[in-house]
Structures are given as C-alpha cells and as structure tokens.
C-alpha cells in the first residue's frame, strides 16, 4: 500500500518497481476529477480466467477483458470513496502486441480509462464517449 495524502493505493500481484508510477497516475486523474475528495483505491492483477468471470458476473459479457474498475462507494463530504481497479496483464500484453504499442503505454491507457470509469465517464453513447477520449487523450499526455 502507497499512503500519500489523498489518495490510498492498495497493491495485489503489482510489482514494486511501478507501484509509485500507477499510485502518481491514479492520484492525477482522481484529483484531477473530483478535487478534494479522498480515495481508496485497490488494484489487483489477476489471471484471465478470474477476470473473464468477473466481466461475466458484473458486465454480462462472457469473455476475457484486460482491465475493470468498480466503484465501491462514491467519496462523499468528510467521507472517502472506495473503488476497485483488476487488470489482466497477460491481456494487455496480448493487446499491446495487436495494436503494435509499448506495453507500459497501453497499461497507462488502460489505468486511465479504468479511473475515468471509476469518476463518472462512460462511452456507451457516442456524446459520452467522445468526452471521454478527450479526458483519456488530456491525462496521457500528461502521464507518456
């Protein structure tokens, strides 16, 4: 775990030499967001079989995913939010390698499209979406 002013970041199968660089990002656009709110924040690297089950149980959609957020419990006043980031990291690899990207810069993009899910943005409707790439688009900048 990484306690650094607002925000708390909680590790599961995350090496330790990029904790520091996904607990700086997470900060960034969870702040960047919702300025002044306090999170709680987990991420958990699991196999695809557990986040294929996930997907399935939580999305309805019966297939492997490389990445999933969940809110927990929005921050409210004095109050802090937790919410929940599970990521497949064998999947992003394969994703990485598709798209003919750099690992580490599709695990970011990732890591942002998860907190932006986890703050509000959606991209089921092409408004929405459009938004949200914007904000993908503004963060990465910031973080690549």
């Known amino acids: 775990m990484i ?7 909680f590790f599961s199968r995350i090496p330790g030499n990029v904790q520091t660089r996904i607990r700086k990002t ?5 702040l960047g967001e919702m ?5 709680e924040v987990s991420i958990a690297d699991v196999d695809s ?7 399935r149980v939580y999305r309805r959609k019966d297939t ?3 990445v999933l957020s969940f809110i927990l419990e929005p921050p409210r006043q004095g109050r802090k939010g937790y919410a929940e980031i599970v990521t497949c ?3 992003v690899s394969h994703r ?20 932006l899910h986890i703050v509000g943005y959606d991209h089921e409707v092409e408004r929405q979406r459009r938004k949200m790439e914007e904000r993908e688009q503004y963060y990465l900048s910031l973080i690549l």
């Open 26 to 30: 997470i900060e960034s656009i969870l």
């Open 64 to 66: 492997p995913t490389d």
């Open 3 to 9: 306690c650094m002013g607002p925000i708390d970041v």
């Open 89 to 91: 990291t064998k999947l």
């Open 49 to 55: 079989q557990v986040i294929r089950r996930l997907n």
């Open 96 to 115: 990485a390698r598709k798209l003919g990207r750099p690992y580490l810069r599709e695990f970011k993009y990732l890591l942002v499209h998860a907190c």
């Open 35 to 39: 300025p002044g709110r306090r999170w």
